[in-house]
């Protein structure tokens, strides 16, 4: 049972951190260049496809692993908190990888005021910036549930 916690926490550290990671990468990248944009658009994909995802989906499924092993009292607030801050995290996560395998959209040539033809992107980092900080939100609404509520419950 401690083995099976320790992946669990280890998935979700993991899974986070490559979340928060991922959604500034992409908030910043707005601001590039449209070539880079679509090289580091890349790179965050192949970044969410082999490593945030798998590890979410190990964290969920070590999570409801240990939910259903544990003898839970299934009416605890905290536990209601927890699942309902690690759902909008689940969602959070789906929304980034949606718009990230969506991928950055292609540049736009248009003539600049010398007739110098010049790459403009429409990428929005608007989106990444708010799935950033509510990625971050929901996280501390998950430790605020496990490690303060569950105490004084």
Same mark, same amino acid.
């Given at each position: 049972m401690?083995?099976?916690?320790?992946?669990?926490?280890?998935?979700?550290?993991? /899974?986070?951190?490559?979340?928060?990671?991922?959604?500034?990468? #992409?908030?910043?990248? *707005?601001? +590039? %260049?449209?070539?880079?944009?679509?090289?580091?658009?890349?790179?965050?994909k192949?970044m969410?496809?082999? &490593? %945030?995802?798998?590890? #979410?989906?190990?964290?969920?499924s070590? *999570?409801?692993?240990?939910?259903?092993?544990? %003898? #839970?009292? /299934?009416?605890?607030?905290?536990?209601?908190?927890?699942?309902?801050?690690?759902?909008?995290?689940?969602?959070?996560?789906?929304?980034?990888?949606?718009?990230?395998?969506?991928?950055?959209k +292609?540049?736009?040539?248009?003539? @600049?005021? +010398?007739? $110098?033809?010049? @790459?403009?992107?429409?990428t929005?980092?608007? !989106?990444?910036?708010?799935?950033?900080?509510? @990625? !971050?939100?929901?996280?501390?609404?998950?430790l &605020? @549930?496990?490690?303060?509520?569950? $105490?004084?419950?």
């Amino acid at each position: 049972m401690a083995t099976l916690k320790l992946l669990h926490i280890l998935f979700v550290f993991v /899974w986070i951190g490559t979340l928060l990671t991922l959604s500034r990468l #992409m908030g910043y990248l *707005g601001k +590039e %260049d449209p070539l880079v944009q679509k090289r580091m658009g890349a790179i965050a994909k192949r970044m969410y496809l082999l &490593v %945030d995802l798998p590890s #979410m989906l190990m964290a969920i499924s070590l *999570g409801l692993t240990l939910l259903f092993l544990k %003898d #839970m009292n /299934w009416k605890a607030p905290w536990l209601h908190m927890k699942l309902t801050f690690a759902f909008a995290l689940i969602v959070c996560d789906l929304l980034t990888g949606w718009k990230i395998t969506k991928g950055i959209k +292609e540049p736009t040539l248009c003539v @600049a005021g +010398e007739g $110098q033809i010049v @790459a403009k992107s429409k990428t929005s980092s608007v !989106g990444y910036k708010i799935l950033h900080g509510l @990625a !971050g939100l929901f996280f501390i609404g998950v430790l &605020v @549930a496990i490690y303060i509520l569950k $105490q004084i419950g």
